[in-house]
């Protein structure tokens, strides 16, 4: 018995510091593992070098996502989120209930190195994505015009349309239409619209 709880103690140390590398608010931290908030506060600073943030968690993970760029971004990790849950776990942790877990911190990671640090999500936001997921108010849809899934929300800011599509007609492309079999983009794609003004490219928000 003795042994059982040291494991268990250890396997929530493991999970409190998985979530404190990546910055995970302490709140969440302490929902998860169940460990003092006194102590996660003494790891988060040994950890960092510095005070954990402070704040309530957002109540809907929608309302963080201020523009279509970053709906994107959250595409790739309810994408990678949904994968890992589907896959075979690979975690050591004893409890069950850490399963999403695993799958959390996997696609916020596989996130991170696919779009990099300027584009990822941070943890806090990625916890939250999962959890609506999980209860429906968030969900992935299939786009028919250009083909990818991604994600929409109840509180989201923007309409349940394509935000892929609604990046490249902010530009001026009325469509995106891929040539499956020559890999080429189609003349309509390729022409822009005379709009009088050109958009920044680089505008996130459609």
């Not at 404190?20 to 969440?28: E, P």
Request: proline share 4%.
């Amino acid at each position: 018995m003795a042994a059982q709880l040291m494991l268990e103690r250890h396997a929530r140390m493991q999970v409190a510091l998985t979530l404190i590398v990546r910055r995970a608010r302490l709140s969440i931290v302490h929902w998860e593992t169940g460990i003092a908030r006194d102590a996660l506060r003494a790891l988060y600073r040994e950890v960092h070098g510095e005070p954990a943030p402070s704040g309530q968690l957002p109540t809907a993970g929608g309302a963080a996502i201020t523009t279509r760029h970053g709906q994107l971004c959250a595409s790739v990790f309810a994408l990678a989120y949904r994968r890992f849950l589907q896959a075979p776990s690979q975690a050591r942790w004893l409890d069950p209930k850490w399963r999403s877990l695993e799958g959390v911190i996997q696609a916020h990671d596989l996130a991170l190195s696919l779009l990099g640090a300027a584009h990822s999500l941070e943890m806090t936001l990625c916890w939250t994505l999962a959890r609506d997921l999980r209860v429906g108010s968030a969900r992935l849809r299939s786009c028919p015009q250009c083909e990818i899934q991604y994600l929409v929300t109840e509180q989201g800011r923007f309409d349940q349309g394509c935000p892929l599509c609604a990046r490249y007609r902010s530009v001026g492309l009325s469509s995106l239409k891929i040539g499956l079999a020559s890999g080429s983009v189609s003349e309509e794609a390729r022409i822009p619209r005379d709009n009088g003004a050109r958009s920044d490219p680089r505008g996130g928000a459609a």
